[in-house]
């Protein structure tokens, strides 16, 4: 057993290393490339000060922290340190740290769930490590252990697990972080960075039911674009949108929908990624999607179980291929687009009721059947079908019960 998992760990180790040194050509001079970042080597200090709690319906996405943080620091001569969790606390460094310059950031976005038995679900959580650890060789931070920080991170959750409000739709926000840390105003590969977690409770995203939104497809700026950085979840990506997502709201959108290169491909919708359904040019109904093969599109894990479970339906072809806003609106005005929506953790899927493009307005169309829904009836049934996973109403081995 003791042979098989530490096996098990060397496999891992090289498939780490070996995806960071593909990417970024970063040599691993360590024995041990992770340090000491192992969970059996977690230090633990409770907080003296509990905060009171929020009651569930006054939350706020984004503004309220639990009591306590997961942190590893790294410094080159000797690999991550050891894992903490700490009382949640502010940070103190230099006004010379390269990631307040020059954006040396990357992060995550998960959740934790009560399940109908009073325990604790994540969704996909090792998906989140291995997205985080492509970030970080991006950003030439060297790879800890996905699988023993998520350990680490499990701990957090079950020593936080009071936060998470006991209702469905409501969840614990998870966000792992990774900063550079070096004191230095040179771009350069960082010598020290931080991995921290932070957690905050948070209510259902939509209040009272669905609520669908309008897109302003924009025609000039664009997200990412093919050889940047778009696929990765670095902090740099983020900053530069929230000036386009303002002129969307300009025009009454909620979202920018993205769209990419001379044909103007529809990429993604603000820090969503994006379906439609429709009847396609060959009479298919047809589920359409980006692909991620252009580095354009970041990889959602919504956006991989919404892929999945339709194939598993096998009710509509699913389709991961470019199409660009021209065949969309085409669409719309031919009457063959059923429902468009958005897909990333926050929100599970995002209902969109109208594109607005180079001025015009295209309706796009909900649950015809029942006015009152607000979403499309696949939207729904993909909310549903992954919400009874995430709450443990149906077994899945997406759930990870802590
Ligand atoms: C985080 C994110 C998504 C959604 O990813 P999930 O893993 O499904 O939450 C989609 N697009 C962008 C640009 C993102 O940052």
Redesign the pocket.
Known sequence: MLAFSSLLRNAQKTSYAFLSRMITDIPVPRADPYGDCYHRNMVVEKTKKPKEKLPAEKLVFGQTFTDHMLEVDFEASKGWGAPKIVPFHNFDMSPATSSLHYAIQCFE??KAYVNVNKGINLFRPE??MD?LLLSCARLCIPAFDGTEMLECLKDLVRLDKDWIPDRRGYSLYIRPTVISTDATVGVSVPQKAKFFTILSPVGPYYKGGFAPVKLFADDFHV??CVGGS?KY?LGA??GPTIYHQRTAASYGAAQVLWLYGDQKFVS?A????FFTLWVNEKGEKELITAPLDDGT?????????VLTLCRQWGDFKVSERVYSIHELTKAVKEGRVIECFG????AIVSPVNAILYQGVEYPIPLDPEDKSAGAGKLCQRVAQSIMDIQYGVVPSPWAVTL
Not at 343 to 346: D, I
């Open positions: 976005g998960m998906k989140n997205r997200r990412a778009g979840k990506n983020y993604e603000g820090t969503m990624n599109i970041l990889p959602g894990v919504v956006r991989d179980s897909s990333g953790t926050a």
